[in-house]
């Protein structure tokens, strides 16, 4: 079945940047869409970014638009992060999904996502 592992994570200064990585193995149609979600303590997980089937469209949540940009291939999931602050310190998870987008509506409800990575840590301070 699908696996996917998280890479790239750790602490960085604020206004700093860092990558993470999310390798898919075994893709099949539970994979068809793609997102990385983020549990900051004492919070709920948020989902952060949204990727339409093949990461043709992304949709990005308010609190990182314009600094984070993701990306996909055909076996890897990124995530860039520039300037960075203390309040994105959180794990970082990637999670994919078989439910293809509506239109340009992302699958934003975590419940929906099939697979999940181990989570990475990312620490700004």
């Known amino acids: 079945h699908v696996q996917l592992v998280e890479s790239g994570g750790g602490s960085v200064q604020a206004g700093g940047s860092q990558s993470l990585f999310c390798e898919i193995a075994?893709?099949?149609?539970?994979?068809?869409?793609m997102a990385w979600f983020r549990q900051a303590p004492g919070k709920e997980r948020e989902g952060i970014v949204m990727l339409s089937f093949g990461g043709g469209v992304t949709s990005y949540d308010d609190s990182v638009k314009g600094r984070f940009t993701a990306s996909r291939s055909e076996s890897t999931l990124s995530l860039q992060m520039n300037l960075l602050k203390a309040e994105d310190t959180a794990m970082y998870y990637c999670?994919?999904?078989?439910?293809?987008?509506?239109?340009?509506?992302?699958?934003?409800?975590?419940?929906?996502?099939?697979?999940w990575g181990q989570g990475t840590q990312v620490t700004v301070s």
């Open positions: 075994k893709a099949d149609d539970s994979t068809v869409c």
């Open positions: 999670a994919s999904t078989g439910i293809r987008w509506v239109g340009l509506s992302p699958v934003v409800d975590e419940k929906e996502y099939s697979y």
